[in-house]
């Protein structure tokens, strides 16, 4: 079963406005991690945010954590061309070290 | 640092016979994860290996197992594929795993026909 869920499952923006995206989650968690995966090629850690923490910055990208809610969002900023990919969630799924992926949000940005 | 290493990049079987994948991970790092990907099912979850003691194990048949060496290597073996063994395998790596943040390879494209 999925840990995480994204929301919504594709998003379809021009450039220069902004992208958020959703992920709710049903167990407690340790930390959460947004991924991101061009085409057919493997991920990549873009943020971590741990349990303590409610908002975190990298450059365009802002995340937000809200525990008691179970949910999570990430923003990206001015978004590009270059930032049409798959965005994942994923968290630690309260059975020792495994990361437990949603099922992504599509994103395209449309030059 | 060269980063993760999966070989082969694309593999077709037919079904019934095995395949076996390879992940070379960043110098260092001492856990390896396998995940499946497919459109229907999303990222799945196969196995961690971490100084070559399989640690973590995902609801997925015997016929899929792993392996990892001492140099942190690690192999996935699938045994008489079927069909929907088809899919994106992902390997990843960590220094010591747990709730770290992953580094992943670009994958092996597995078409079973």
């Known amino acids: 079963s999925q840990q995480g869920e994204e929301d919504p499952q594709a998003l379809s923006i021009q450039e220069g406005e902004n992208a958020t995206m959703n992920c709710s989650y049903k167990t407690s968690i340790n930390n959460l991690q947004w991924y991101r995966q061009n085409s057919g090629r493997g991920l990549v850690h873009l943020i971590l945010i741990r349990s303590n923490e409610r908002e975190k910055h990298s450059g365009r990208l802002r995340v937000t954590l809200d525990t008691s809610k179970k949910s999570s969002s990430l923003l990206i900023t001015a978004s590009r061309a270059a930032d049409t990919a798959s965005y994942f969630c994923a968290t630690d799924s309260n059975q020792g070290g495994k990361l437990i992926f949603g099922q992504g949000t599509e994103l395209s940005v449309k030059p | 640092k060269a980063g993760v290493t999966q070989t082969p990049r694309y593999l077709i079987k037919t079904r019934g016979q095995q395949v076996t994948l390879s992940c070379s991970p960043i110098s260092g790092h001492r856990s390896v994860s396998w995940y499946q990907q497919t459109p229907g099912q999303g990222l799945q979850f196969l196995f961690e290996y971490f100084s070559e003691t399989q640690r973590n194990k995902g609801n997925f048949p015997g016929r899929f197992s792993g392996r990892q060496f001492s140099n942190s290597r690690s192999e996935m073996n699938v045994s008489t594929l079927e069909l929907g063994d088809s899919a994106l395998y992902l390997c990843?790596?960590?220094?010591?795993?747990?709730?770290?943040?992953?580094?992943f390879g670009s994958g092996t494209q597995l078409s079973v026909l």
């Open positions: 990843a790596s960590s220094l010591s795993g747990g709730y770290e943040k992953l580094f």
